[in-house]
């Protein structure tokens, strides 16, 4: 089930792009602003509206860290705002002047990317905000572009239709013709999938376009056959062009945007329609998954953006606390890993740990000198920041042996409810998480999304007592 459970409404033009970190939703707008909010309770940071843009803002994209947020504008600018109390840091201008469309950091954050109406393409070295290299796309506006998860490629799309991949240093690898009306969108998984047969690993790619496709498809990049984009299949269901595609963390779900006004989400490997959100007015410009937690966000011409909330029992975006509470770190297979290390802002050693086969038995064994000697991770920053996140991981099954009922947690916060109660919808909350929603005058229940009678939430006392006594018996 998906549920809305925010409606954000403080753009005065079209949302053009949303985009999360783990803490914060950054939107977009005509408007010639970003605005900033925290994913707490959606409220907006103090240094939010940042202006700064003298046209409208097509683009925002926040760092790996969270730290660092572009944006980029028809005045031929990217900007680079700190997120944390929003100064601005570097205004970057496009060699060419030309209208930026797009913008993009790479997994560890080495560059940011910079795409305009002209084609023109730029890295800038994020550390010394200077350009790095540049180029050109053959033709047309340059408006899409992904980076692989370990930084070593990216994809570029253009309004001509053209899927143009790049190496980091701008060579340009390969060009396919994708969309026969132009390319709008296109993201790659942070999940590479295996090929049985010859034990090959492919990124998986969606593209859409003007043509009301989603394409699927297979990016190989192997040093003895180069690069090679393969077809995988096309997913159906909007009836006019398609604007917005985004993977989910874990890969397994797909979402689109659409001038039909709706919302799909597909299942990856089975290319199904699990959901359609029809609840926007307008054109839906652009959708994004959050990277660690079960949230949607999408954007739309009737100047408003909608935050979803996903049942935690499904597939869903960032889910691995469901996924380690129910299978032991040991028993996890590579794909597994992959998705935990996405989940600790580790995306950029997905390949290396997948040409490596760990697993999660090697996860756990890995060390100091393996990580220097073995797996060539010379920074001593990265080393520390993988060994602090594995020794976090042996904590949690150490202080987690079995799984906590489902009725114990709270439907809001998804933690084990110390203080629970009933609300008027029936539904038993954690006491300050309830207070919450309702002090921010959301006056519809968690649960069902209809309107709450009344605020009252009375004590679940006998909740709370099996709470404890099952507390209790985890302790013997």
């Known amino acids: 089930m998906v549920t809305l459970i925010h409606t954000l409404m403080d753009h005065s033009d079209d949302v053009n792009c949303c ?13 010639k602003t970003i605005r900033v909010y925290s994913l707490k309770n959606f409220t907006e940071l103090p240094y939010s509206p940042l202006k700064g843009h003298t046209y409208a803002v097509h683009c925002c994209c926040f760092s790996p860290s969270g730290h660092l947020l572009a944006s980029c504008s028809t005045d031929g600018t990217t900007v680079v705002w700190d997120a944390r109390d929003g100064r601005m840091l570097a205004v970057l201008e496009q060699p060419s002047s030309s209208p930026v469309r797009v913008c993009r950091f790479s997994p560890e954050s080495t560059y940011l990317m910079s795409g305009a109406a002209d084609g023109s393409v730029v890295l800038w070295n994020v550390q010394s905000l200077k350009p790095y290299r540049s180029g050109n796309v053959k033709d047309g506006s340059l408006v899409a572009c992904a980076f692989s998860p ?9 309004s001509c239709g053209d899927l143009t991949i790049w190496d980091d240093k701008m060579r340009c690898l390969y060009n396919e013709k994708a969309h026969d009306l132009g390319v709008t969108c296109c993201d790659i998984s942070s999940q590479p999938i295996s090929d049985g047969e010859h034990g090959l690993r492919y990124f998986q790619m969606a593209s859409c376009g003007q043509d009301n496709q989603i394409k699927l498809w297979l990016i190989l990049f192997a040093d003895f056959l180069g690069v090679e984009l393969k077809y995988k299949c096309t997913l159906n269901g909007h009836s006019a062009p398609v604007l917005a595609c985004a993977f989910s963390y874990d890969g397994q779900m797909l979402v689109s945007g659409s001038v039909d006004k709706c ?17 926007h007015t307008r054109y839906v410009t652009t959708c994004a998954f ?36 129910k299978l032991a770190v040991e028993d996890w297979s590579e794909d597994d890993v992959s998705a935990w290390l996405c989940a600790q802002d580790l995306a950029g050693f997905v390949g290396l740990f997948k040409m490596n086969n760990i697993d999660g038995k090697e996860l ?31 904590m949690k099954m150490i202080s987690v042996s079995l799984t906590i009922p489902d009725e114990f ?14 609300a008027a919808d029936g539904y038993s909350y954690e006491k300050e998480a309830m207070e919450n929603w309702i002090s921010n005058k959301r ?22 007592m099996a709470i404890s006594r099952w507390l209790e018996s985890q302790q013997k």
């Open 364 to 394: 756990l064994k890995l060390t100091k000198e393996s990580l220097t000697s073995e797996l060539k991770i010379e920074s001593l920053g990265l080393r520390s920041k993988v060994l602090q996140k594995i020794e976090e991981l042996r």
């Open 150 to 158: 370990n930084g070593n490629f990216f994809v570029t799309g253009s």
């Open 443 to 464: 006056r519809s229940s968690p649960m069902t999304n209809l309107p709450l009678q009344s605020g009252m939430l009375t004590p679940n006392r006998t909740l709370k």
């Open 263 to 279: 919302v799909i989400i597909h299942e990856t490997s089975t290319g199904n329609m699990l959901h359609t959100l029809s609840q």
């Open 19 to 31: 985009a999360f970190s783990s803490s914060c939703l950054a939107t977009c707008s005509l408007d």
């Open 290 to 325: 959050a990277p660690h937690s079960p949230l949607l966000a999408t954007g739309s011409m009737d100047k408003t953006v909608h935050v979803w909330q996903f049942d935690l029992k499904q597939p869903c975006a960032g889910n691995t606390v469901e996924n380690e509470s």
């Open 409 to 422: 947690l709270c439907p809001i916060t998804r933690e084990l409810m110390k203080e629970p109660v009933i």
